[in-house]
């Protein structure tokens, strides 16, 4: 069965402390891994695909690395207006896609 | 570009009543599909459309009906509520295989 697992649960940073969020899937036959971002009260909005592993993608304050077995998507310096619950979510073979249950993610000034 | 839109917002229903959670989209996007987000839960596929005319079921289809006439709309039905379908409703469309899915603002159901 496939699986996705995000940790930690929740993370309160302060201003300008990086760290990084962790997604671990066990899928069979991984067509790509998708960050998502939501809000309070939105969908969640799309930030990021990797493929293969090694693969990395860059926005702003946020960078999104793969391995074979996770996902980490790290935060440098954030800002307050990165508080937000971070998805990640695989897809496998015959486009299903599996969610994690989602980082919330608290940035204090 | 109004993407992906969902109606109601928030709605409270008895349990044994019906509704429909309208969704439609304006990107001209093949791939439909219908989630529900629960505490602790994540989000959970609900069903899904490739196509108008085509539809199949996710993980959790029980109780849910969907329909597929046009490629813009895709509506969820409920033919009679349940307290355990208390939830947050989202729809999202998606492109060719492998682009990411494009979500509504969910519609927040309570189920009394």
């Known amino acids: 069965e496939d699986q996705v697992t995000q940790s930690p649960e929740a993370l309160r940073l302060q201003e300008g402390e990086s760290s990084s969020l962790n997604c671990s899937y066990t899928?069979?036959?991984?067509?790509?891994l998708f960050w998502y971002r939501q809000d309070p009260g939105k969908g969640p909005e799309f930030l990021f695909t990797l493929y293969s592993a090694g693969e990395e993608k860059e926005k702003e304050r946020l960078k999104a690395t793969l391995t074979k077995k996770e996902s980490f998507l790290h935060i440098t310096a954030p800002k307050p207006e990165d508080s937000a619950t971070y998805l990640c979510a695989a897809k496998a073979a015959g486009n299903k896609l599996t969610f994690g249950g989602g980082t919330r993610v608290l940035v204090k000034p | 570009n109004a993407g992906v839109t969902q109606t109601p917002k928030f709605q409270v229903l008895k349990t044994g009543q019906s509704m429909t959670l309208q969704c439609a989209q304006d990107m001209n996007h093949e791939y439909m599909s219908w989630y529900r987000q629960d505490p602790g839960m994540g989000l959970r596929l609900i069903h899904y459309?490739?196509?108008?005319?085509?539809?199949d079921q996710g993980e959790v289809p029980n109780g849910y009906n969907v329909s597929r006439s046009t490629t813009e709309d895709f509506p969820l039905r409920l033919l009679s509520a349940a307290p355990s379908q208390t939830s947050v409703y989202f729809c999202?469309?998606?492109?060719?295989?492998?682009?990411?899915?494009?979500f509504g603002n969910g519609t927040r159901l309570t189920v009394t």
């Open positions: 899928v069979s036959g991984l067509r790509g």
């Open positions: 999202a469309s998606g492109g060719r295989e492998n682009s990411p899915l494009h």
């Open positions: 459309s490739v196509g108008a005319g085509i539809t």
